[in-house]
C-alpha cells in the first residue's frame, strides 16, 4: 500500500478541489468527497459559495502543495481545463482528473485487492444479515455471538450496550462515510467497502475493497438481473447496503441467509424526491432501533424506497435459483419478498 500513487495517499489530509461550478459539479457523486473549494474562469464567481464551498479564481492552486491535492474537471470544456491546469505544472492522472470517474477506476485498480480470500470461506454456513430497522433489539444482537453476521452503517451505536461485534462490517453510503468516519474506522470486525468511499475513510486495518459497480442507470432504473460472477472483479451497489451484504454473503458460501432489522419501512422520513436526495435529521423522526442513530443536524440520504425494493428483487429472483435460502426473520418488516420466520424461533433450535 505505501507504494500507492501519489494521487491516492494521505486522503485524510488531501484537498479535493472541483474546476467547474456548472451542472457537472453538481454530480452526487462527488459527496464520495470532502470538497475543500471549487475554481471557475468566470471571475463574478470568485469569492462566492457554491455547494457549501468557497469559489475561487484557478490560481488558487500557486498557493497549494501539488501533492497534496486532487482536483477533478466538472465541465464540458475538458480539453480546455486540462491544458489550464498543465499550465501550472499539474499532471493528469497524478494532480488532476478530467473527471471523477476516471478517478475512481484508477483507484479501483490501485486498492481493490484481497477479496479473493473470502471466496466460500463460509460454503454451506448460515448467515444472519442485519438492518437498522425499529424492530431490532439490543438482546438481539446478544444471541448472535456465535453467528456468522454482516452488518453495517451505525450499528456501532449499539456496541456500549453488547458484547456482540458483527463478524463483518458494511457501508455504502458517502453520507455516512462522511458523518462518522471515527466510529467507522474504530470497528474492530472485517470491513467491506465500495472503492468509491476511499477517499473518506482511507487505509485502515481489517479492510478490503471491492470495486462498486452502480446498479442503476441514468434514468434511476436498476439495470442488472444478477449477482456479478465474481465480486473480486466487481460488486453492485446502490439502493440498499443489505442488497451488497447479500452480494457478499453469496459469495462466501452462505447458503441460509436470515434477515433481521430489515423493516423496509421509514416512519416520518421524507422518501427521497426528485432534485431532492439529502435532507437534515430533525431529532423527532424513529426509524432506526437507537434512539442515538443519527445527531440532530445531521445530513443524511433520503431513502429510495423504489431502489431498496428493486435490488431485493434482484436478489431474491438471483438467490432462489441458486439455491440458497433467504428468510426475513425482522420481528416487524413490510418487505414481501422473502418468506417469512421466527427469530426467537431459528436462535432457540441452535442454542
Not at 501519489?6 to 468527497?33: E, H, L, P, W
Not at 479501483?108 to 454456513?125: M, R
Not at 460488486?235 to 447458503?255: D, I, P, R
Not at 438467490?319 to 436462535?347: C, H, M, T
Amino acid at each position: 500500500m505505501n507504494q500507492k500513487h501519489i494521487a491516492f495517499r494521505n486522503v485524510g489530509n488531501r484537498k479535493y478541489i472541483i474546476f467547474g461550478t456548472g451542472k457537472k459539479s453538481a454530480d452526487t457523486i462527488y459527496s464520495n468527497f470532502n470538497i475543500s473549494y471549487y475554481l471557475d474562469n468566470d471571475k463574478s464567481k470568485w469569492g462566492t459559495n457554491y455547494q457549501d464551498a468557497p469559489v475561487f479564481s484557478p490560481e488558487k492552486l500557486l498557493e497549494e502543495d501539488m501533492d497534496q491535492i486532487t482536483v477533478f474537471i466538472a465541465s464540458m470544456y475538458e480539453e480546455e481545463m486540462s491544458r489550464q491546469l498543465e499550465e501550472y505544472n499539474l499532471r493528469h492522472g497524478v494532480h488532476f482528473f478530467r473527471n471523477v470517474r476516471s478517478y475512481l477506476r484508477q483507484l479501483a485498480s490501485e486498492i481493490c485487492t484481497g477479496i479473493e480470500k473470502f471466496k466460500n470461506i463460509h460454503e454451506g454456513k448460515r448467515a444472519f444479515i442485519i438492518g437498522n430497522g425499529p424492530s431490532l433489539k439490543i438482546d438481539d444482537l446478544d444471541l448472535l455471538k456465535n453467528e456468522i453476521t454482516f452488518a453495517s452503517n451505525n450499528i456501532h451505536v449499539a456496541f456500549s450496550e453488547t458484547a456482540w461485534r458483527p463478524t463483518y462490517y458494511t457501508l455504502i453510503d458517502p453520507l455516512a462515510a462522511r458523518n462518522k468516519k471515527d466510529n467507522i474506522r474504530a470497528v474492530p470486525s472485517i470491513k467491506l467497502f465500495p472503492h468509491q468511499i476511499y477517499a473518506t475513510l482511507g487505509e485502515m486495518e481489517k479492510c478490503y475493497w471491492l470495486n462498486g459497480v452502480y446498479a442503476f442507470n441514468r434514468e434511476g432504473k436498476i439495470f442488472i438481473k444478477s449477482f456479478p460472477n465474481d465480486i473480486a472483479d466487481f460488486v453492485y451497489y446502490g439502493g440498499t447496503v443489505t442488497f451488497f451484504n447479500l452480494q457478499l454473503a453469496y459469495y462466501m458460501g452462505v447458503k441460509e441467509i436470515y434477515l433481521l432489522g430489515v423493516d423496509f419501512k421509514y416512519n416520518g422520513i421524507p422518501i427521497q424526491e426528485k432534485d431532492a436526495w439529502n435532507y437534515k435529521h430533525s431529532g423527532e423522526l424513529r426509524a432506526h432501533f437507537h434512539p442515538n442513530y443519527f445527531e440532530v443536524g445531521e445530513v443524511l440520504i433520503r431513502p429510495d424506497m423504489m431502489k431498496h425494493y428493486e435490488c431485493f428483487s434482484v436478489a431474491s429472483r438471483f438467490l432462489n435459483e441458486q439455491g440458497v435460502k433467504v428468510y426475513n426473520a425482522s420481528r416487524f418488516s413490510e418487505l414481501d419478498l422473502f418468506p417469512r420466520a421466527s427469530f426467537d424461533q431459528i436462535v432457540n433450535d441452535f442454542n
